[in-house]
């Protein structure tokens, strides 16, 4: 059974850093897309950031420039490294695989973990 | 403001029909890239529906069916179980954003009457 699982959330303060991680089972993290997705208290989904197999990453605007995605092959692992956080960062973060499609803009994510919390408070 | 718009809120009785709408722009949708459809339940993680714009995974039930036409997409639901009520998302992808990514619709709470 392929599963995510991440961890690392937790209360931060403002400019404050996290690592988030997420362990995967079931599937070769260094072989597919794999991209943090995250969603605020009482809001939507939004696309945060994506590795693809080959490596390159991209990240949505309001991250740039303050979290990275990354990845360790030998464990599995997806992490994602939050600096500088601000209160609109509060959200539970997903990871999610990406599968399918001939292009990237077709892949649909199709195995997703429980998520973790992050809360940036003082 | 979500690049895909969806209705806030939808209701029907059990055994009903319901459909959600997403609709989009030339830039997502209405470019060719296909549509997916994620149910969440409440307190659980978003879990894939459909994809491809019409296709279920396997398990998913087939009263749960979608389309897309043009810049829009639907989620159909026919045969309304209590189980249903959930929150629901549609997503592409959009070339015009800086880089191109995937983008959601603002969900869609289902309930169930």
């Known amino acids: 059974e392929v599963q995510l699982v991440e961890t690392g959330g937790g209360l931060i303060q403002p400019g404050g850093s996290l690592r988030l991680s997420c362990a995967a089972s079931?599937?070769?993290?260094?072989?597919?897309?794999m991209s943090w997705v995250r969603q605020a208290p009482g809001k939507g989904l939004e696309w945060v950031s994506v590795i693809y197999s080959d490596g390159r990453t991209y990240y949505t605007d309001s991250v740039k420039g303050r979290f990275t995605i990354s990845r360790d092959s030998s464990k599995d692992t997806l992490f994602l490294q939050m600096n500088s956080l601000r209160a609109e960062d509060a959200a539970v973060y997903y990871c999610?695989?990406?599968?399918?499609?001939?292009?990237?803009?077709?892949?649909?994510?199709?195995?997703w973990g429980k998520g973790t919390t992050v809360t940036v408070s003082s | 403001q979500s690049v895909l718009t969806q209705p806030p809120s939808v209701s029907g009785a059990p055994g009903q029909r319901v459909t959600i709408s997403c609709t989009g722009s030339?830039?997502?949708?209405?470019?060719?890239?296909?549509v997916h459809w994620y149910q969440q339940l409440p307190g659980t993680a978003p879990k894939l529906l459909i994809y491809a714009n019409n296709n279920r995974p396997s398990g998913v039930p087939d009263r749960f069916s979608g389309s897309k036409s043009g810049t829009s997409a639907s989620l159909a639901i026919t045969g309304l179980q209590a189980e249903d009520e959930a929150d629901y998302y549609c997503?592409?992808?959009?070339?015009?954003?800086?880089?191109?990514?995937?983008?959601f619709g603002g969900g869609t709470k289902l309930t169930v009457l």
């Open positions: 079931g599937l070769t993290v260094s072989r597919n897309y």
């Open positions: 999610a695989n990406h599968f399918g499609g001939v292009i990237v803009g077709d892949y649909y994510m199709d195995v």
């Open positions: 997503q592409s992808y959009d070339s015009s954003l800086s880089p191109p990514h995937w983008v």
């Open positions: 030339s830039s997502n949708i209405g470019a060719g890239y296909n």
